[in-house]
Nanobody, 127 residues
Framework: QVQLVESGGGLVQAGDSLRLSCAAS????????????MGWFRQGPGKEREFVGS????????DYADSVKGRFAISRDNAKNTVYLQLHRLQPEDTAVYYC????????????????WGQGTPVTVSS
C-alpha cells in the first residue's frame, strides 16, 4: 500500500516555473519507496489523463512526453520518499491537474502500470 500526496501547484504566468512534489508513504514492511517506479501524469480541462514523465527506482532511467521534453525535469529523493517534477517555461496548454503515481514494476508511459495514485495538484498557467 502506497499513499501519495502531491503539492506545489498554483496559478502562474506563461514563462514561469514551478516545482511539484509528491510525498509517498509506503505502508508495507516488505518494500520501501525505492522499490517503486514513479510517474507524473496530467489531466487538462476536458481532456484525458496523459503521461508527463517517469523515473525508475534509482533515477537512472527517465522518460518524458514529447510535449514537455526540455522544459520539465523529474527527479526523486529516496531518502525523503519524494519525487519531484520541475516545470519550466510554462505555457497555457500546461494547465492541468498533475498527478503522481507509483508502480510496483518499473516505470513507463502507460497509465495501466501504475497502481497507486495521488489526489492531484492543480496548475493553472495564464497567458
Amino acid at each position: 500500500q502506497v499513499q501519495l500526496v502531491e503539492s506545489g501547484g498554483g496559478l502562474v504566468q506563461a514563462g514561469d516555473s514551478l516545482r511539484l512534489s509528491c510525498a509517498a508513504s509506503v505502508r508495507t514492511f516488505t518494500r520501501t519507496f525505492s522499490n517503486y517506479g514513479m510517474g507524473w501524469f496530467r489531466q487538462g480541462p476536458g481532456k484525458e489523463r496523459e503521461f508527463v514523465g517517469s523515473i525508475n527506482w534509482s533515477g537512472g532511467s527517465i522518460d518524458y512526453a514529447d510535449s514537455v521534453k526540455g522544459r520539465f525535469a523529474i527527479s526523486r529523493d529516496n531518502a525523503k520518499n519524494t519525487v519531484y517534477l520541475q516545470l519550466h517555461r510554462l505555457q497555457p496548454e500546461d494547465t492541468a491537474v498533475y498527478y503522481c503515481a507509483a508502480s510496483d514494476y518499473g516505470s513507463g508511459t502507460s497509465r495501466g502500470m501504475y497502481r497507486y495514485w495521488g489526489q492531484g495538484t492543480p496548475v493553472t498557467v495564464s497567458s
